[in-house]
């Protein structure tokens, strides 16, 4: 009886041995905003430390509405790179692979949908983060063909925008065709930025599957070879149940990627050029000037992330510009008017050029923001010229008479602290002072000014 029950205890570590040792491991990549240079770094790097650590097969989870071509471009060569088999999954539902992320799920080895998502409308917008001209749309000729043909553009069109979807409809041509795809309807993506829902892409041979959840996609894969770009057909055996390791993105670039959200950079601007504004009007504030340096510093690093727009951002400069002379320049206004014109148009222009919606400024942000700055500027510049009207003060005359607080005490007779008239100085009293002690001031020797209790009235001392 014991050897009996010593066999089945090694037939079962045996078994849970076996069981584990088949079991791949599928790394998981989150490809969850648009697509720009810090999106990119991180699904390449993935990709490369997935293959590095000798992975089975590796899943991107797809929700994005796409971005910039060239990043997207270089995404698709570590893909078609990679060792190890790589899925798109589009998820969860509601999501899509748009513009972009439909090229990038073309390139996988195999792409599966979650029910309620959609694939498509690749037209380029954009193929760098720099204005590219609008294609111009032109109909078929009367009776002609209706299937897909090359634009026909006008003189002096949107030649450089053909050009590039020219190139891209190639390029979808060749991914649909290597991986046996629809290669017409991927075509249509990116000529007529057409979309497709996930029933519409599997019947028309799109994509490979739709699958409620990561486990339906790994059930496949056991029972289907993934043919790979170079037409040979690969054998994945993952298991009943896989290793599932997820790969986030770094501190760094989770902080990067923040940055390369246009509303967040455009806040980080105004609110820099606000901490200087403030630090110009009253020198030795410090803390509004260092803020403001570091809130443009932040700004600066998001530039190369972003599509802005030179001429946008000269506006919003000008438009500062426009307040600060306000300080220097009897304008009756105008140059606020000014300033408030130009920071607005500025900042409609700012992103206009972005490649997808997620890339521009939305008026929702634009409107508010810009009354906020405006506000606060104009009432900083009312401030000053209250300031500006009350009678100038200098010398002791300006000093007597004024009310202040101790923060160093005072033991006669000994000199301390005073806090008055903005600035701290050396007094002495002929009564003893307690830090917190509210005086006045009832006289002054050079650098050092007598000091007496509030209560007292002031009426001590000389002048």
């Keep these: 009886m014991k050897r009996a029950l010593f066999s089945l205890c090694l037939f079962l570590v045996g078994l849970f041995a076996t069981t584990a040792a088949k079991a791949g491991t599928v790394y ?20 490369k430390k997935a293959n590095e650590k000798n992975a089975d097969l590796i899943l991107i989870d797809m929700d994005t509405p796409g971005g910039f071509i060239v990043s997207v471009e270089k995404i698709q060569k570590a893909i078609l790179a990679s060792k190890a088999p790589v899925v798109t999954y589009v998820t969860p539902s509601g999501a899509r692979a748009a513009s972009g992320g439909a090229f990038i799920a073309l390139t996988c080895d195999l792409i599966a949908m979650a029910p309620g998502t959609n694939i498509g409308a690749a037209h380029p917008v954009s193929g760098i983060p720099l204005p590219v001209p609008s294609p111009q749309p032109v109909s078929p000729p009367e009776g002609g063909d209706k299937g897909l043909k090359p634009r026909q553009n006008p003189p002096n069109s949107g030649v450089e925008m053909e050009k590039i979807v020219n190139d891209l409809a190639a390029h979808m041509r060749s991914l649909a065709a290597n991986r046996h795809r629809n290669v017409e309807l991927a075509e249509k993506m990116v000529r007529e930025s057409v979309s497709f829902t996930e029933q519409e892409a599997l019947k028309s041979n799109l994509i490979e599957l ?22 040979n057909e690969q054998k994945v ?56 340096g570091i809130f443009i510093l932040l700004y600066l690093m998001s530039i190369p992330l972003l599509p802005v727009n ?24 105008m140059l606020s008017i000014g300033g408030v014109i130009a920071l607005l148009v500025g900042s409609m222009m700012l992103y206009s050029q972005g490649p997808i919606p997620e890339l521009r400024l939305p008026l929702t942000i634009i ?11 104009v009432f900083l510049l009312t401030l000053v010229a209250k300031a500006m009207r009350n009678p ?29 008239f903005g600035e701290y100085w050396n007094a002495v009293s002929d009564t003893p002072l307690a830090p917190g002690d509210r005086v006045k001031v009832v006289g002054q020797d050079g650098m050092t000014l007598r000091v007496v209790p509030q209560s007292e009235g002031g009426n001590h001392g000389e002048h």
Excluded at 35 to 47: D, R
């Design 310 to 333: 030179v001429v946008g951002l000269l506006l919003i400069f000008l438009g500062i510009a426009f307040f600060i002379l306000e300080l220097k320049v009897v304008s009756y206004g």
């Design 237 to 292: 055996d993952l298991g009943p149940s896989p290793q599932i390791i997820e790969i986030d993105m770094s501190v760094r670039e989770r902080f990067l990627s923040a940055l390369a959200n246009p509303s967040l950079a455009y806040i980080l601007l105004l609110l820099g050029a606000l901490g200087l504004f403030v630090e110009f009007k009253s020198p030795g504030l410090i803390f509004p000037g260092v803020l403001g």
């Design 28 to 47: 998981v990549i989150h490809l969850d905003q648009p697509i720009q240079p810090i999106t990119q770094e991180y699904i390449v790097h993935a990709i």
């Design 367 to 377: 409107l508010p923001v810009v009354a906020a700055f405006s506000a606060i500027v």
């Design 392 to 420: 100038v003060v200098t010398g002791s005359e300006g000093i007597v008479g004024q009310e202040g607080t101790v923060r160093q005490a005072v033991n006669p007779p000994l000199a301390g602290k005073v806090f008055v």
């Design 210 to 231: 739709i699958a409620k959840n990561r486990q339906a996609i790994f059930d496949y894969i056991n029972t289907h070879p993934i043919r790979r770009f170079d037409g």
